[in-house]
């Protein structure tokens, strides 16, 4: 059965990662449905949170070929236990000034602010786990969505666990 | 070898940093191509004394030479070319050393670090290209860094699961001067190679062997890279357990033993691939159950609970679901399982095997008007004992070698099985004789293949390699004519070689003795002459064309249905 799994890597801050790490997903026919990429808390790391659709077998196979990498030190499926997964979504909505206020309640109602006003657009900035971003999606819509701009999923295990 | 002179602290430019660290490796030969943006470091090969650098005529001839020396030594293979084409044409011999798992450390040389990026004159982007066929690679950016990355390139290259790491340079860090220090240790917080093995894991499967009646042992060409074949052999006779070798495991297990069964898949012998589909816990050593050996994967060893002992985890269960996995070196793994496994009641087990063996056994129609290939391959055995090193090309004549050479001993087949490179079979062949001066060594090739790198006897020429070079000539790409024969009605499609040079006179062009053989008589007589020449030289041997590679396991069948003769058609 496929399912979608977050994966957590931690890797050298070297040239060419990121190219390494997709270019493995992309060899061994892993699906990537998004990728983050920045710095860590251990000086010359980054974290990488890759969410991928597989089954338990291509699963072990991630993991197995992965580590394997040179500049991995590590991977975890951070989706085994629980966690807190974010995403962050720029949306820029058509917007005349007398439509406005409908905009920044409904935005109001998902936490999202505004985090830019024109004379005819808003853009509506929002965190959230992907589900509360696509409904936001969906809500904002019939406004007239001009751009999306996502940047994937990142994650965090709960708890105290290090990875 | 005395270092001191080498570990000296002066401010030297990085080429000397260079080869001063390929000398701290212990490397003793180079093969190579210069050009532009590798020139600093081959200022370096004119003025030192004591690395032997060989020119091939093609880079894919150098580094397939590199691969041909790390696989008859054991030690990584060294290559080293320009930037541009030079690090593009080794591509395909990084990706044949890749896939079997083969040592290589590669050098290149690319534009001026200001010149990276900018479409320069010969730039190419070797290190991206090269990224999924290299074990790592590194680019380097600081004369610095030039000492602690090879120390680290040939510390990868070398251990837990072996493979090439290439090394990219732009011409101005190789100028460019600063103080040598080699590192005293290699840091790699994202290599940790494990020592260790899992006793609990290895004492399941012997738990488990207790409980078999048709054991097989699968032996793999990890046998050869863990230096395993003699505890391999204890871990077989001890246990009475009868042994299977894959095509590059072959001589991983003496075949005169007679526990060896053969080796099974695609072109595998009736025993070998009986045992594989009659077997109830069949162990991998060292084996990655390579899609040429269990054909239909779904059907492959049916009855059998699988057991996989690998130093590389990712293997274990890739290919085929495996229910007791043993990661770990294989010598350590045998080394520990070894005084604990008991004799097994494995006698009827055998005599059936062995039954198989003789109502079966490999067969081809022998004439007295034509040279047979197989009969040619024999020829080689009886001549040389089985003793020699052999390395082959790719396509016909690679499978009469597997079934018709019994190989004795670790190393001595070389061939490129994972990736099937043809124009591997010479230059190989020149690595293996450079890296055993004194044994011998003979390339069997087919038309085809040796066509892909005959320029290369001119280094077995200039340099008296006494590679014995075999060419089995049947005039078409015998394989690709099997192929079409069987699976194509008979529709030979581009496999015609006709306009092949005169391979007698192609030799003597190069200075190499050039021999040709029609007939058994004149092939006794020429092979023996051939082997009384001192330094290289190639003998031809004619051969039908429509000879086909039995048996046979057809695509998308299972390994017990096989074609065994022309009979079978």
Known sequence: MNHHHTVAILVNDHPGVLQRVSALFNRRGFNIDSITVGPS????????????????????????????????????????????????????????????????TLAETFRATIADVSSDSLVVQIVGDTEKIEAMIELLTPYGILQICRTGVTAIARGRKPF | MNTSHLLSQDRIPGSEILLRSLLLEGVECIFGYPGGSILNFYDEIYKNNELRHYLARHEQGAIHAADGYARATGKVGVCVVTSGPGATNLITGIATAHIDSVPLVIITGNVPLSMIGTDAFQEADIVGMTMPVTKHSYFVRDVNDIARTIREAFYIANTGRKGPVLVDIPKDVT???????????????????????????????????????????????????????????????????????????????????????????????????????????????????????????????????????????????????????????????????????????????????????????????????????????????????????????????????????PFTRPRSLISSGGMGTMGFGLPS?????????????????????????????????????????????????????????????????????????????????????????????????????????????????????????????????????????DDEK
Not at chain 1, 85 to 100: F, G, Q, Y
Not at chain 2, 462 to 491: C, D, S, T, W, Y
Request: overall charge negative; aromatic content about 6%.
């Open chain 2, 429 to 565: 062949a020149i690595g293996a004789q450079i890296g055993n001066p004194d044994a011998l060594v003979i390339s069997i090739n087919g038309d085809g293949g040796i066509q892909m790198s005959s320029h290369e006897l001119a280094v077995c020429a200039i340099h008296h390699i006494p590679v014995k070079v075999v060419v089995i000539n049947n005039e078409v790409l015998g394989m690709v004519r099997q192929l079409q024969e069987v699976a194509f009605e008979e529709r030979y499609s581009e496999i015609d070689l006709s306009g092949s040079p005169d391979f007698v006179k192609l030799a003597e062009a190069y200075g190499v003795k050039g021999l040709r053989a029609t007939n058994k008589t004149e092939a006794e007589q020429v092979w023996q002459e051939a082997l009384a020449v001192k330094g290289p030289v190639l003998v031809e041997f004619v051969v039908p064309s429509s000879e086909n590679v039995y048996p046979v396991v057809p695509g998308g069948k299972a390994l017990h249905e096989m074609m065994l003769g």
């Open chain 1, 41 to 104: 808390e251990q000086p010359g790391m980054s974290r990488m949170i890759i969410v991928t659709l597989g089954d338990d077998r291509i699963m072990h196979q991630v993991i197995n070929q992965v580590e394997k990498l040179i500049d991995v030190v590590n991977i975890s499926i951070l989706s085994e236990e629980p966690l807190v997964a974010r995403e962050l979504a720029l949306i820029k909505v058509e917007a005349e000034p007398v439509k406005r206020p409908e905009i920044m």
């Open chain 2, 175 to 405: 100028a460019k001067e600063t103080t040598f220090v080699w590192p005293e240790a290699v840091s790699l917080p994202g290599y940790q190679i494990r020592r260790d093995i899992d006793e609990p894991q290895i004492d399941d499967l012997l738990a488990a062997l207790g409980q078999a009646k048709h054991p097989v042992l699968l032996a793999g060409a990890g046998v050869m890279h863990a230096d395993a074949s003699n505890e391999l052999i204890k871990f077989a006779e001890k246990s009475g357990i009868p042994v299977v070798t894959t095509f590059l495991g072959l001589g991983g297990f003496p075949s005169q033993h007679p526990l060896w069964v053969g080796m099974p898949g695609m072109h595998g012998s009736y025993a070998a691939n009986m045992a594989i589909q009659q077997s109830d816990l069949l162990i991998s050593v060292g084996a990655r159950f390579d899609d040429r050996l269990t054909m239909n994967a779904s059907r492959f060893a049916p009855h059998a609970e699988i057991a996989h002992i690998d130093v590389d985890k990712a293997e274990i269960g890739k290919n085929i679901p495996t229910r007791y996995p043993v990661i770990g070196d294989v010598k350590h793994v045998l080394n520990y399982a070894l005084p604990k496994v008991s004799s097994l009641p494995t006698a009827t087990w055998l005599e059936t095997i062995a039954e198989w063996k003789s109502s079966h056994p490999l067969r081809y129609q022998d004439s007295e008007e034509v040279l047979k290939p197989q009969w040619v391959i024999e020829l080689l055995h009886r001549t040389t004992k089985g003793e020699a090193f052999i390395t082959t090309d790719v396509g016909q004549h690679q499978f009469w070698t597997a079934q018709y050479y």
